[in-house]
């Protein structure tokens, strides 16, 4: 009986990856993807062996995987348009990382094939620039409560999903029996970009109201932190512009985001945090990175201040981007 089970999962597994590479990556101006090993075996908390990284539309993760275990390429979901390309850890950490591109085509399916962490070097491609160390890397989610940070160090289990179509792509992670302090909830969080822009739109939902739900941007040295609220005082920035990419160089990050669906900003040791008001309803903020040596990138201060401005007029007029 436990035989069949093995083939039936290892049937669907198959079905999935071959729906995920109906997808013409080639042509695509957004793309996302996960991509784990399937044919090793866990010795404690490392993935030991298997022949190939396998795209898949849908991965449960295993009870053993954390961070750094060597089962999911660049550790996580990965999504990117023409322009930027981000990750998320999906483990304790949680964080989004950024991958600076110097091409406009889609790299993601090539990131960590030769090496597990070779991403970390330039390539003609370009490279991971965000470090994200125990921050929270930029517009990710974490709970801020009684001034401490806490993380996905305890979840029942984490389905993440990727979806691609012509006009977006899209990442989906499920948290069932996240805890954190006495609260133990649900969690979604849904990540969609679109072509030829910079931002991230993240829409999360808890399924419990619980106080400290936070988004943010990891503090680097060398930056400068600038915030705007619109016209009509429903939509604000915050965001950091300097020398802090890992190359180094500059780079800026920046979320805009509802002043209504905001209790507090927190100045912490790490990073600038946006925490939320305790809601069930689901709640969209925009996540962004603007790398310098992205083709035509934004190069100065100025020019980048220029373009959040012109998002934030975007966003005070319409209520969306």
């Known amino acids: 009986m436990k035989a069949k089970i093995k083939i039936a999962a290892l049937f669907l597994l198959g079905c999935t990856a071959a729906n995920a590479q109906k997808y013409d990556v080639k042509t695509a101006k957004t793309y996302a993807e996960i991509s784990a090993k399937t044919d090793g075996k866990w010795e404690g908390r490392k993935y030991i062996g298997g022949t190939a990284f396998k795209n898949v539309d849908k991965l449960k993760l295993s009870p053993e995987h954390t961070d750094h275990s060597f089962d999911i390429r660049y550790e996580g979901p990965g999504w990117e348009n023409n322009r930027i390309g981000y990750r998320l850890y999906l483990d304790w950490r949680n964080a989004i990382d950024i991958f600076g591109k110097k091409t406009s085509e889609n790299i993601l399916p090539k990131v960590g094939q030769d090496n597990f962490d070779s991403y970390h070097e ?113 939509w604000a920035y915050l965001a950091t512009y300097g020398q802090q990419s890992l190359v180094p160089d500059k780079l800026g990050m920046a979320i805009f985001y509802e002043v209504k669906t905001i209790e507090t900003i927190e100045d912490t040791d790490l990073d600038y945090l946006l925490v939320f008001k305790p809601t069930t309803k689901s709640t969209s903020f925009y996540l962004l990175g603007a790398w310098e040596q992205e083709v035509n990138g934004i190069k100065t201060q100025e020019e980048f201040v220029k373009y959040l401005n012109d998002k934030l007029e975007l966003l005070n007029k319409k209520g969306k981007m």
């Open 122 to 234: 330039m390539s003609d491609w370009g490279a991971d620039i965000l470090k994200a160390g125990k921050g929270i890397g930029i517009g990710s989610v974490d709970r801020y409560l009684n001034k401490e940070k806490l993380h996905f160090r305890e979840v029942d289990s984490t389905i993440a999903y990727v979806s691609n179509k012509t006009n977006e792509s899209v990442v989906k992670i499920d948290y069932f029996g996240w805890k954190t302090a006495s609260d133990k909830i649900n969690f979604t969080s849904e990540l969609t970009i679109k072509p030829d822009q910079l931002y991230t739109q993240h829409t999360i939902k808890a399924s419990k109201a619980i106080q400290g739900i936070c988004t943010g941007i990891v503090k680097q040295k060398n930056t400068e932190l600038l915030k705007k609220d619109s016209k009509n005082k429903k």
